[in-house]
């Protein structure tokens, strides 16, 4: 089969290599559509090559022993562990199963595929991180809640699900994307949008000012998808100072700006993929990340389903995997804006 290997540049090579098999509690899907994320580059800048591909949208080839909920045939898509073999820049991938998901029939291969990590991020820093109600324990008091970097993949995922939650007033901070953003939120429950093209100073008035209108006085959580270009800086001004939470989403920067009143965490995607801590297990808590991720995949396939969830907007990039050097470049570059690059891996050369 055809593997995309991504390394520092990016520089993108496409290598013929075998098929892998499934292991235990693994399944291996024949990939129509990956997915691309900005960690798709950053990380072989730091790190070797590798295929850092982790969205999968595709077709059940086989299963490994212990599979209970798929078999061959079945349209899926699923989050490959990050930095393991057999990633998504390929003909065929690797996906534990319970951060592999049924994509109903009305959901094309192109949406899948922009779901997997970038709608579980969003879910593991509303959830797991500050601690929000979740979608079937939806709250009935005004929770304030802002969002900055509101039209990228996580950001936007992250107000569908806190409107699930019945989250509100969602203050979301977006820039050329800021459209999209609207027919996201809910004027009627106190949502608006703040453009960060204003200026720093700005946006704190503006989300100050966005707080007066819905009524309320204080804001106590923040989802930070940018996590850089003052994004906490200016999160920190308006933050509450009494049981405030921020959650950010870059690992290893330096956020000493926070003040110590705010509870501050970053929010790590790969935790799906992780047991509980040493501490947890010897306290006896058997479950963890893993769990967390199986529940919220199926989440996102029953609201597939019934049409109250849905995938972020998407760009096929040309060329299958041949394509992913020029979309990893754009990523880089910051070409796109409130779209996720796709690749349609049967159009490889």
Same mark, same amino acid.
């Given at each position: 089969m055809k593997e995309a290997i991504v390394a520092k540049g990016p520089k993108v090579t496409i290598h013929d290599v075998p098929i892998p098999k499934p292991g235990p509690s693994q399944v291996l899907i024949k990939v129509v559509y990956s997915g691309s994320n900005p960690k798709d580059w950053k990380r072989p800048q730091i790190g070797e090559p590798h295929n850092s591909g982790d969205d999968i949208a595709g077709i059940v080839e086989a299963v490994g022993d212990g599979v209970l909920e798929f078999k061959k045939g079945d349209r899926v898509a699923a989050f490959h562990e990050m930095m393991a073999p057999h990633g998504s820049f390929a003909e065929y991938a690797i996906a534990w199963d319970y951060t592999t998901f049924h994509l109903p029939g009305q959901t094309s291969f192109e949406e899948g595929a922009s779901i997997p990590l970038a709608a579980m991020t969003a879910a593991v820093g509303l959830y797991m991180r500050m601690g929000l109600p979740e979608p079937w324990n939806a709250t009935t008091t005004p929770t304030p809640l802002i969002v900055y970097g509101a039209s990228g993949a996580v950001g936007a995922y992250a107000i569908k699900l806190a409107k699930l939650s019945n989250i509100h007033p969602i203050i979301a901070v977006a820039g050329r994307g800021?459209?999209? %953003?609207?027919?996201?939120?809910?004027?009627?429950?106190?949502?608006?949008?703040?453009?960060?093209?204003?200026?720093?100073?700005?946006?704190?008035?503006?989300?100050?000012?966005?707080?007066?209108?819905?009524?309320?006085?204080? %804001?106590?959580?923040?989802?930070?998808? %940018?996590?850089?270009?003052?994004?906490?800086?200016?999160?920190?001004? %308006?933050?509450?100072?009494?049981?405030?939470k921020i959650t950010l989403v870059l690992p290893g920067k330096d956020f000493s700006a926070i003040p110590n009143h705010i509870e501050k965490s970053t929010t790590m995607v790969g935790s799906v993929h992780m047991d509980p801590s040493e501490g947890k297990a010897k306290a006896g808590i058997i479950t963890g990340g893993k769990e967390f991720g199986y529940v919220f995949f199926r989440l996102f396939s029953r609201g597939l389903q019934q049409g109250w969830f849905s995938g972020h907007p998407h760009e096929v990039v040309p060329g299958g995997l041949n394509g992913v050097e020029k979309g990893l470049a754009n990523l880089k570059e910051g070409v796109n804006s409130a779209t996720k690059y796709v690749f349609k891996i049967e159009d490889t050369k």
């Open positions: 800021a459209a999209f %953003v609207e027919s996201l939120i809910d004027r009627k429950k106190g949502d608006t949008i703040v453009d960060y093209r204003n200026g720093d100073s700005a946006v704190v008035t503006g989300i100050q000012e966005a707080l007066k209108k819905a009524g309320t006085k204080e %804001v106590k959580y923040a989802f930070d998808a %940018v996590s850089e270009h003052n994004s906490f800086q200016n999160i920190s001004q %308006v933050l509450s100072k009494h049981g405030s």
